[in-house]
């Protein structure tokens, strides 16, 4: 069994601890591409007859 199993947390608990421990280790010249990065934009295409459609945003990506 793994550690983090045997700490009682689930794979994801473990990796958003690991994400916020690494996100608060990066030196403040790099915090802001790093934060650029972690940014998340969801997009969904209907497919019919093998064709792809029209692409939708779900999760929209952020107007600087």
Do not use: H
């Not at 550690?3 to 030196?27: D, F, H, T």
């Amino acid at each position: 069994m793994t550690y983090w199993r045997n700490a009682g947390l689930s794979y994801l608990q473990y990796a958003n601890i690991c994400a916020r421990v690494l996100r608060s280790s990066v030196k403040d010249e790099f915090r802001a591409v790093m934060l650029r990065r972690q940014e998340q934009i969801v997009k969904s295409a209907k497919w019919d007859a093998g064709k792809m459609g029209e692409n939708k945003f779900i999760i929209p990506p952020k107007e600087d």
